[in-house]
Structures are given as C-alpha cells and as structure tokens.
Nanobody
Framework: QLQLVESGGGLVQPGGSLRLSCTAS????????IGWFRQAPGKEREGLLC????????YLTDSLKGRFTISRDNAKNTVYLQMYSLKPEDTAVYYC??????????????????WGQGTQVTVSS
C-alpha cells in the first residue's frame, strides 16, 4: 500500500524551530510533487508549500515566506518542511501529500492523491 508518514512534530516554544519529515513507502518520491498542508482546530485545511520533481518550490501561502522552507532528498525518499520563528498561531496538524506528475509540471493544478496521517505541532510557552 502506498503510504506517507510525517514525523518531527511536538511542543516548541514561540520563536523556536522544527523540521518535519515526510517519508514515503511503497512508491518512489522522486516521481512526485509533494505539498505540505496544515489544519488547526475549527479552521479549513491550509496549503503551505509545494516542491516539484525538479526541486522548484512554491509558496501556497504568501505569509509563510521567510519562515518556512521545503526541500527534498530523493535518496532518502523524504521531503522536509523547515520551520523557523514559530508562533502560537502555527499550532496545527501538519500533513504531507503527493501527486504523481510530469517532471516539468511544477506545482500548479495538482490533485494530491496520497496523504499522510499528520503530525501535531504545538507552539506554546
């Protein structure tokens, strides 16, 4: 079965940093564009960042520029979300999702067919 597993979440103080990991099993991430999303209680799911097969990154939420970055290591079948200067409003369950696509597509018009179960990030003093 195709699976994505997020890890690296936890409790962090405001201003701290976390790196989340998204690791695939049952398929090769090099053939997929990957997006990071989050959902806080009572809010809609929010798209954060996407990374294409050609390593180009796209911010799905402009307000995250300068604090969040996305990267991938195809040899480890893993995509990362690096978060800096965390704020209490960043508290949410964070998800990764995969879309099999052409190497030239980038991050537009994706359907994200495969999703992980999420990892909790709590920012609190």
């Amino acid at each position: 079965q195709l699976q994505l597993v997020e890890s690296g979440g936890g409790l962090v103080q405001p201003g701290g940093s976390l790196r989340l990991s998204c690791t695939a099993s049952g398929f090769t991430l090099a053939n997929y564009a990957i997006g990071w999303f989050r959902q806080a209680p009572g809010k809609e799911r929010e798209g954060l960042l996407c990374i294409s097969r050609s390593y180009g990154s796209t911010y799905l939420t402009d307000s995250l520029k300068g604090r969040f970055t996305i990267s991938r290591d195809n040899a480890k079948n893993t995509v990362y979300l690096q978060m800096y200067s965390l704020k209490p409003e960043d508290t949410a369950v964070y998800y990764c999702a995969a879309d099999e696509t052409d190497v030239l597509r980038g991050c537009s018009g994706l359907t994200y067919d495969y999703w992980g179960q999420g990892t909790q990030v709590t920012v609190s003093s």
